[in-house]
């Protein structure tokens, strides 16, 4: 809800220009209305890596720091793809064991058969694509539940990587410029200029939507507002690669490790990229069209079914650049690639950062938020020295919490009308 002030001067009404107390008065009321959207996965982080940095003075380290982006990375991707099926209320199960096929398929095709990596890659992501579209098209056009379709694909993908993998076999990925995905840091110079770089283009697209929407008229956010989240992202930016660019070798004598990993740039252009069609493009808003109510979006003369088959083939999509990722910082695909916990804790990450089951409610940013949650809980236990059996409750528990909040946030919204 938004509050607009009105002031009378003579037969005319003025709209006055928001305030810093009306905007956070406005802010405070949708969230008592059930719109929190990542508030719950924002203040976990912060509690966690508060708990975290208090009993285990190591998680604050630069090199431990470092990890996190690396251990997280395809998780986060995976992630990425599935707030695509989540929005329209669907499910993917087989994303996991999809990024497991594809990377089956990236290191076949560069070790077994001897193609550069773009070659490779190419193959593993149109691998991707066609898993996303036979799994849309027999969701879609078929009508079966995107839950039994994704569970037999589940099972299907699993036993197609066992085929690729020859039953057993480990195939190494020795590529350099796969190894270096997850595995190499950008020069400090150039981690501190991408980092300048995406500082003023999120200046310039804030200002200048602030300054269109003044000149036409509309309700904006106050210029103080815009000003400090740009300030926020600056102070954030230039934390984070001020600690990556500390050393982080015990020998430097024999090895330097410092810089920005590679694989975070790769992680913040799709971040952008899938914001972008999500929010400025009708494509993203007939996903949220079909997501909120697929009735009303088919009479508005959406096409229900090719908006269904396309978020699978995105969501797979992004599976097979999870599992290049996966594949890059084992230096190997094995038959267990994109199995175990992936999928779980994919899914868990878009929901833990506030991705809504019921469709219509989410953001790429959740699977980012919500992956950096899942990678702070597996490496903060890690150093605290508990069980993968401990580190699976808690995820579960967070995961849980999460849903809940979801639920209850809607209950919220249609008892106060705000949905």
């Known amino acids: 809800m938004t509050t607009t002030v009105v002031q009378k001067e003579g037969p005319a009404a003025v709209t006055a220009r928001p305030t810093l107390g009306s905007h956070v008065r406005n802010y405070v009321g949708r969230v008592r ?30 090199g431990n720091f470092a990890n996190l982006f690396t ?10 793809g599935l707030v695509f099926v989540l929005l329209l209320g669907e499910i993917d199960l087989s994303a996991g064991f999809a990024s497991g096929v594809c990377a089956a398929v990236l290191a076949n095709v560069v070790t077994v058969l001897g193609y550069p990596w773009y070659v490779a890659v190419l193959a593993a992501v149109a691998t991707g694509v ?24 589940f099972l299907a993908f699993q036993g197609i990587v066992l085929m690729l993998m020859k039953e057993g076999t480990n195939i190494s990925v020795r590529d350099d410029v796969l190894v270096a995905i997850a595995n190499r840091n950008l020069a400090p110079t150039l981690g501190w200029l991408l980092a300048t770089v ?14 269109n929407r003044s000149a036409r008229g509309l309700v904006t956010d106050p210029v103080t507002v815009v000003f ?3 300030a926020g992202l600056a102070l954030i930016l ?84 999870g599992g290049i990722v996966a594949a890059s910082r084992a230096n190997s695909v094995d038959p267990n690639t994109g199995g175990s916990n992936v999928l779980l804790y994919a899914v868990g990450a878009a929901v833990i950062g506030g ?20 990678a702070v809980i597996d490496n903060g236990m890690g150093l605290m020295g508990y069980s ?20 209850f946030s809607r209950r919220r919204s249609t008892a106060t009308g705000s949905r």
């Not at 285990?56 to 630069?62: G, Y």
């Not at 066609?130 to 694909?153: N, Q």
């Not at 992680?267 to 993203?284: C, H, K």
Request: hydrophobic residues 55%.
């Open 228 to 230: 400090a989240r740009i």
């Open 130 to 153: 066609v898993i996303g579209t036979a799994l849309g098209f027999l969701v879609a056009k078929i009508g079966i539940p995107s839950f039994v379709v994704t569970l037999a694909g």
């Open 388 to 407: 993968s059996g401990v580190k699976y409750v808690v995820t579960g528990v967070v995961l849980l919490l999460a849903a809940s909040v979801d639920a």
């Open 33 to 62: 209305g059930g719109d929190i959207g990542a508030l719950p996965a924002v203040l976990g982080l912060v509690v966690l890596c508060t708990v975290f940095s208090i009993m285990r003075p190591s998680f604050l380290t630069a």
């Open 198 to 211: 995406a500082v003023a283009g999120y200046a310039a697209v804030q200002l200048l939507r602030h300054r």
């Open 238 to 321: 230039g934390v984070a690669v001020f600690i990556l660019n500390l050393e982080r070798s015990r020998n430097v004598l024999v090895v330097s490790l410092k810089g920005v990993p590679i694989v975070v740039p790769i992680i913040a252009a799709l971040l952008v990229l899938w914001t972008f069609v999500l929010q400025r493009t009708s494509y993203g808003r007939h996903i949220y069209a079909v997501g909120g109510n697929k009735e009303a979006a088919r009479r508005a003369g959406i096409n229900v079914d090719r908006i269904r088959i396309s978020v699978f083939m995105i969501c797979s999509s992004m599976a097979a650049v």
């Open 71 to 80: 251990q997280g990375a395809a998780v986060t991707l995976i992630a990425m």
């Open 355 to 374: 991705t809504s089951l019921f469709g219509g409610k989410g953001r790429v940013l959740d699977a980012v938020l919500g992956g950096a949650v899942v």
